[in-house]
């Protein structure tokens, strides 16, 4: 009874992330009219997902500087801290991160989704490992900033990684000895809306297509041995696979949003410790 | 979110409280100002992008139509070419039915001819002969060949049927493509683009004209090769014998049968038994030997000399009782094999039209070796592998 309790009350810890990608995987799937509808309402849950992580990074790394450089009493601590330009900035460079993210996932193909489904617990626990390492070093007030700052490379890395080896293995559409105008005409996604969304889908659609089928055209016509042929398709993949990055701090975001109570709370703690003494 | 924590300073709160909201504000608004960007650069591309213009040869007239009116076009020459069989089949058959009744009337004329033979003392003493001999069948056969199949020139006229239809279907095929070019050119003649914007973009090129005599032209060859599909090369000699054989099957098998009974009639069911014990191959199986051998055959023999007398009389009888429908299932027959012809001949020029219409829809994706290619590609775990 109190196992069941505890592994619910686990759950339900991680219910956010679990409701995210639920979100997200809907709205990927669905059909073209339903997503381009609801396009906005997911891109701007996506940005704010993505700006709550990016901010909280970033005012760690903004404080640490102040911390190391000012001193004490300079009124620049204030001023410095962050404000409306680093707001909006990553507000921005979050709005873009998370429209590619979206695209991406509305193009990916749906024997990967599992992969990206397991990125959540997979976080879940690199989070916990992380945290525990970090137990012993890390104050405690900002164990959980910091262990969300670390966790977003290694698991972006791994989850990319994930995504290439799977890629490998997947069919793609022959292109060989294909001309690049025709390839493109053959394999041009007919379905995507007409709106902006259609028009980025398109956009990635025709970039991933030229990639395979340079690749591919490669690969055949001078006859790449092996581990040459490996190396140039692992790079061509990596560099489709990074919206894992994206995807990672869209959900440590998520986390960030969720325990941002306990961080502001800190945060108030610690803005009244260093008005005291004044 | 509304944690309750102690509230330290005024300021310190105003800032956690607004926090969420004004993110979620600042989200929005930043989206909303990138959509609209987004917006903007997606329609001037658009606009800017150069919406290519089409060129398309049609009734001997070059038209120049924008994106939208050309798919338009496409449009309606996909709706013509998948009615083209039905209207090929309705310019053909009015021409196919008249040729047929041309070939076929002779021969159901000659059916009475040939049933005043069948039931004519001549007819009926040989078939009776041929019967004691043996095949029945086979030489009922022959002889419904050689009495209605060659003797009304079916042959000749199917044989003729079959060489002019192609050459007809081809005549028509092309009224059909020209009907279709003109009534395209028609519609779309009006709604051109004006002529000044011609030099400034790219034109795409269809020559519909081209297409079709190229369409038509395969639609040409699967058509002879489906008529000559209906029965090899002599189609018309195949159907006559096939004719023959179909008839016979109706009116040889009734004919064994009928012969069997005009037998009952005429000779009585105690001569009859008499005449296929006298037979030879019951008779060397009697029980009763040689000597019943010897005695069933003259009984025979004797029994046939007797009835000659009434013959004329039964026979008369048996015509009036079995003439009728023997007409009625040869003339079902002639008119079963004359629907059969006309079928085959509709299905090789519906051949021909299908072509015509797969030509005309396949002409803008060109997928010629699609099949010899994999369809997939795999950098790791290929079959052959």
Known sequence: ?278 | MSHAWRPSTGRARLAIANHPWRGWGLSVLVVMVLLLLFEVGHGWLASRSQSPLFRVIVAGESLTLDAGTHADFSRDLSALSTEAEERLQARMRPWLDERLERAFAPLEAAVPDYLDWYFSPVGSYTRLGVALMGDLDAWLDGQLHQRLVEATGLESALAELQADYPRRLASEQQGLADDMAETLQERYAPRQVSSGRESERPIHELDLDGELQKALQDGRDTARWSTAAVGGSGTALLAGRALARRLGASAAAQGSRLALRGLVTRLGTGTLRSLAAGGAASAATAPAGPGALVMGTVTAAVTLAGIAGSEVVLLKVQEALHRPAMESQMRDAIGQTRQRMQASLEASASAGAATLTGQLEAQTPRAEDDKAKPRTYRILGRPGE
């Open chain 1, 1 to 278: 009874m109190a196992g069941r309790r505890r592994r619910l009350a686990t759950l339900w810890r991680h219910a956010h992330l679990a409701l995210t990608v639920l979100v997200l995987l809907v709205w990927s799937l669905s059909g073209r009219d339903l997503a381009g509808v609801l396009f906005l309402p997911i891109w701007v849950l996506a940005t704010q997902l993505i700006v709550a992580g990016s901010l909280e990074a970033a005012r760690l790394r903004r404080r640490a500087w102040l911390d190391q450089y000012l001193r004490d009493d300079s009124p620049w601590h204030g001023w410095l801290r962050g404000g409306a330009m680093m707001v909006v900035r990553h507000q921005l460079l979050g709005a873009l991160l998370a429209l590619v993210l979206l695209v991406k996932l509305r193009l990916l193909a749906p024997p990967l989704w599992p992969v990206v489904l397991a990125g959540v617990p997979g976080l879940v626990v690199a989070q916990d490992l992380l945290r525990r390492r970090l137990a012993r070093h890390v104050i405690t007030e900002h164990l959980p900033a910091v262990t969300r700052r670390l966790v977003v490379v290694p698991t972006a890395g791994l989850l990319a990684l994930i995504l290439v080896v799977a890629t490998l293995w997947l069919p793609q559409p022959w292109l060989v000895g294909l001309g690049w105008e025709e390839a493109i005409l053959r394999h041009f996604p007919g379905d995507t809306g007409g709106a902006v969304l259609g028009f980025f889908e398109r956009l990635v659609a025709i970039a991933e297509i030229s990639q395979h089928w340079t690749m591919q055209n490669a690969e055949e016509r001078f006859g790449l041995a092996m581990p040459l042929a490996m190396l140039g398709w692992s790079l061509l993949l990596l560099t489709q696979s990074t919206f894992a990055w994206a995807y990672v701090r869209l959900l440590v975001g998520a986390e960030a949003l969720r325990r941002g109570g306990r961080r502001h709370q800190h945060e108030a703690l610690h803005v009244h410790h260093e008005e005291g003494p004044k």
